[in-house]
T-cell receptor
């Protein structure tokens, strides 16, 4: 699986947008970009995924660069509940073991 | 409510005393998986199951066993626990784990301490 690079930590103010970057310069054409987050004392939680086009759901938006070498997870209005570690993960469309490879992620803190 | 339930949430035990961590999902998912999370190492897959009676090793299966007799349950068995198995364990499930367009759902974790 290709590697991703994320900042170790980021800070945000409550009710402001947050842009979490992820670099994946070795991404292959069949890699999907997934984002999960892990809140304190909880298991990882799926956030969003995409292949080439930007994606929106009720939790967040995913903006994918045209060359697919980077992507950005956008939280439109951060709340205190969004404080978590955010993981950017690349996955082949078909992966026999279904394994998710979690890197170190970005620890997001949200200030009131 | 759709969920993955793990029990126990916390356990302190001693070396060599067999233990089982249960995992149950109510979403009729075919795929289930176990991970362990350790500081600096991230989450690593222990075992996975594509369907009932079908299990396979992940990256760190040594010292663990699993079974999948029913679709909803996927217990993790430590026959003779050792201190290096002290960790935070997560169970996950998905409609079909092999395809990346299916999100995986995780339990809240089981913290095991083996003395």
């Amino acid at each position: 699986d290709a590697k991703t690079t994320q900042p170790n930590s980021m800070e945000s103010n409550e009710e402001e947008p947050v842009h979490l970057p992820c670099n994946h310069s070795t991404i292959s054409g069949t890699d999907y970009i997934h984002w999960y987050r892990q809140l304190p004392s909880q298991g990882p939680e799926y956030v969003i995924h995409g292949l080439t086009s930007n994606v929106n759901n009720r939790m967040a938006s995913l903006a994918i660069a045209e060359d697919r070498k980077s992507s950005t997870l956008i939280l439109h209005r951060a709340t205190l509940r969004d404080a978590a570690v955010y993981y950017c993960i690349l996955r082949l469309f078909y992966n026999q073991g279904g394994k998710l490879i979690f890197g170190q992620g970005t620890e997001l803190s949200v200030k009131p | 409510e759709a969920q993955v339930t793990q029990n126990p949430r916390y356990l302190i035990t001693v070396t060599g005393k067999k233990l089982t961590v249960t995992c149950s999902q109510n979403m009729n998912h075919e795929y289930m998986s176990w991970y362990r999370q350790d500081p600096g190492l991230g989450l690593r897959q222990i075992y996975y199951s594509m369907n009932v009676e079908v299990t396979d090793k992940g990256d760190v299966p040594e010292g663990y066993k699993v079974s999948r007799k029913e679709k909803r349950n996927f217990p993790l068995i430590l026959e003779s626990p050792s201190p290096n198995q002290t960790s935070l364990y997560f169970c996950a499930s998905s409609t079909t784990g092999s395809y990346s367009n299916q999100p995986q759902h995780f339990g809240d974790g089981t913290r095991l301490s083996i003395l």
